[in-house]
């Protein structure tokens, strides 16, 4: 079965740095779009930043020149490192993934449990 697990969340002061990672498994890794998505407290969840199969990025205007994703396709996982971390990114940060890699809204059919960052 489809499994994401998110690790690497916890509480830092600002300025700081986190690295968070999801493995997937049980679909094929390689062919899908990744993405992180936020929910901060009593907002909704957000689109942080996502990477096609072929590596390309996006990222949410206010992480731009701080945050990093990348994925490793040997290992099933996709990282975001976080820098400079400020206390508007706190939130659960939710690794998900899309089968058919076209990255649209809504193409997002699987989801991790989430790892919560506070700043």
């Known amino acids: 079965h489809v499994q994401l697990v998110e690790s690497g969340g916890g509480s830092v002061q600002a300025g700081e740095t986190l690295i968070l990672s999801c493995t997937g498994s049980g679909f094929t890794f390689d062919d899908s779009g990744m993405g992180w998505y936020r929910q901060a407290p009593g907002n909704g969840c957000e689109l942080v930043s996502n990477?096609?199969?072929?590596?390309?990025?996006y990222y949410k205007d206010s992480v731009k020149g701080r945050f990093t994703i990348s994925r490793d396709n040997a290992k099933n996982t996709v990282y975001l490192q976080m820098n400079s971390l400020q206390t508007e990114d706190t939130g659960v940060y939710y690794c998900?993934?899309?089968?058919?890699?076209?990255?649209?809204?809504?193409?997002?059919?699987?989801w991790g449990r989430g790892t919560q960052v506070t700043v």
């Open positions: 998900a993934a899309d089968p058919e890699g076209t990255l649209l809204a809504g193409s997002f059919a699987y």
């Open positions: 990477i096609s199969s072929d590596g390309d990025t």
